[in-house]
Every structure is written in C-alpha cells, then in structure tokens.
C-alpha cells in the first residue's frame, strides 16, 4: 500500500513539470521578444546554471521532500524556455522550413539515446556519481547554450 501512495505522490512531481515547462516556454517567448535572442541565451545559461544547482542540493538531501517538486519546476522551466529558444533559432534563422526541424529531431533522437546509455551505466546507489554526472550534464548544457550568444541573429 505505501509503494502505491508514493507513486501517487510522484505524479505530483510530473505536474510540477509541466506547469514549469509551460511557464517556462510562455516567459521565455515573452523574454525573446523583449530582449533579443543573444540576450535570452545568457537567461537560458542561467537556468541551466540554477537546474543544476537545485539538482545537486537535492542530491545532498537525497529525500523525497517539498525540493523533490520545486526541482521537477525548475527542470519544466529550463525545459519550456530551452525548447522556444531551440524551435525560434530553426524557425527564424534557415531559409528552409522543414529541414532544420528534421536535422533536430535525428540528433535530439541520437543524444537521447547516446546519454541514456552513458546515464545508465551510473551506479545511481552512489552519491558521488550522481554529482558528477549533474556537473557534467550542466557544464555541457551551459556550453551548448552559450554558444548560441554568439550566433549572428537576423534581424528579423
């Protein structure tokens, strides 16, 4: 019966996700207008800078608490802004409308599978790998999204 109860309760935590992402892709659409494109990069490193952060902490606490759902937030948020960000550069910066997109989901689909198989070979019983591969995943994520401040936007 307590196995049931705690399952309910993670479903929770996929609210929270969701309600992150959808906050996080409408502001980060509202940041992108306001702001720019290279200006919203630098919001988006510091998103995943905060992801990972809040990740660690609840790596330290390792309990399934109140954290356990702010981090579900925090990830949807991250999630939402990555993807209006990712989806405006290929809308807004190829002549093409289609190929980017297609490009997109063979490497997305590739990197899924690529990091799950490195993901999986963690011992997730050891605290310390579970820091280690957060650092890693961060660190990747701030780069990869960092570099995109120095793309030349269109004007557009």
Not at 43 to 54: E, G
Request: contains cysteine.
């Amino acid at each position: 019966m307590k196995d049931n109860i705690i399952d309910s309760w993670a479903l929770f935590g996929l609210v929270a996700f969701g309600i992150g992402d959808v906050i996080g892709g409408t502001c980060n659409g509202h940041i992108l207008d306001k702001i720019g494109s290279k200006k919203g990069a630098l919001v988006n490193v510091v998103l995943i800078i905060l992801t990972a952060a809040v990740t660690l902490i609840s790596i330290q606490v390792l309990k399934y608490n109140w954290l356990t759902y702010v981090m579900c937030f925090i990830w949807g948020i991250q999630d939402g802004a990555i993807n209006i960000h990712t989806y405006r550069i290929l809308g807004t910066e190829f002549k093409s409308k289609s190929e980017p997109f297609s490009v997109f989901n063979l490497v997305q689909g590739i990197s899924v599978f690529c990091f799950q198989g490195i993901q999986s070979m963690i011992d997730s019983d050891e605290k310390g790998s579970l820091e280690d591969w957060t650092l890693v995943a961060g660190v990747f994520g701030a780069v990869a999204l960092g570099v995109t401040y120095f793309m030349p936007f269109n004007s557009k």
